[in-house]
């Protein structure tokens, strides 16, 4: 008989937040690996704000997913099978594996796993692509220095929560902005913010940067972006001359939806950039692989001793990761997203 595997599909686009119903649930004979390829069992796979841009057909950075092909994404997993010189039966890699319970991919461009060294789940999040994120974006275009004062927003998600952390070791005040008063709690307390604002407390942006000014006495000097919205009309007059702002995400935009109080115009952005000197840089994380070894360098060492607190949101089964992406979304998350596939 032949043995099957499960899949998710983009089913349609999504008009605005995706639904249910943009996803589908597929089953298909797992597949032989060819010359060169090996087949993955997968055991986790990883759900990251990006994949909601490849759900639609406009231009971007990387490729858009065809309706009916399969949702892209990383994972990782065990080689069940191996038809490639140097990959074992047994052997834990990371790749991009999509949506999936099985893939026959070249073993070319995976990344071995070491489960004896820390959680598999880690390649993912910690140590991997989010957590890659936040410090090369951080050090790389924060350029922080000491007695400085950074404000990131999703401060428990990998991204933030990797900035924040590393931020504090270098002796930067670190202010937080996160969506309820938990995920607060846990930036100051697990991930060592000095403050955090919860952004749901407050109807205006003007009403927010209230409360972030007497957080930031000495200003800003350094904002990580990756939500825009209401956060980034609040932060962006409360900037010191000379400040960075790493653009890396904007969530609050990714669903295509304005927000009612997104009141800053493009020449009131272009204005505060211009008076405060300030440094804005967009970056793409797959631009910086060649970095990747400095960051396992620099986070791995204080990971291992614990200095580094690690955050994870596993929701159980396949067919349960759209309702888990959706959620992802709008903040319904708490830690590094993933789904436990095996
Ligand atoms: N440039 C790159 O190469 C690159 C690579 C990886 C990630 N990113 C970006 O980095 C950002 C963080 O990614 P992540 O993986 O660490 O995600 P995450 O924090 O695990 O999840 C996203 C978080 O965004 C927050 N959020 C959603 N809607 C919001 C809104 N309207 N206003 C304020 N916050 C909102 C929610 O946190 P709260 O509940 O706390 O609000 C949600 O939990 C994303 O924008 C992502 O696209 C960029």
Partial sequence: ??????????????????????FRLEELPIPTPGEGEVLVRVHYMSLDPYMRGRMDDSKSYAANIPVDGKMEGGSVG???????DGFEVGEFVMGGF???????????????????????????????????????????????KSGETLVVAAATGPVGSMVGQVAKSMGLRVVGIAGGPDKCKMAVEQFGFDECLDHYAYDTASALRKDLKAA????IDIYFENV???????????????????????????????EVDNGLSGQQIWRHILVSSLSVNGFIISNFWN???????????MIAKGDIAVQEDITEGLENAPDAFIKLLTGGNTGKAMVKVI
Wanted: aromatic share 6%; net charge positive.
């Fill in 1 to 22: 008989m032949t043995e099957m595997m499960k899949q998710i599909a983009l089913a349609s686009r999504p008009n605005g937040a995706p639904t249910p119903e943009n």
């Fill in 78 to 84: 065990e080689i069940i099978a191996s038809n490639a």
């Fill in 98 to 144: 999509g949506w999936a319970t099985h893939a026959a991919v070249p073993a070319t461009g995976l990344a071995k796993v070491d489960p004896k060294t820390a959680p598999i789940t880690y390649s993912l999040g910690v140590m991997g692509m989010p957590g890659f994120t936040g410090w090369l974006g951080l050090t790389e275009f924060g350029r922080p």
């Fill in 216 to 219: 930031c006495p000495k200003g």
């Fill in 228 to 258: 825009g919205g209401k956060v980034l009309e609040a932060v962006l007059p409360l900037m010191n001359l000379h400040g960075r702002i790493p653009i890396c995400g904007m969530i609050a935009w990714y669903n295509g939806t304005s």
């Fill in 291 to 301: 970095r990747l070894g400095d960051f396992h360098k620099a986070v791995g060492p």
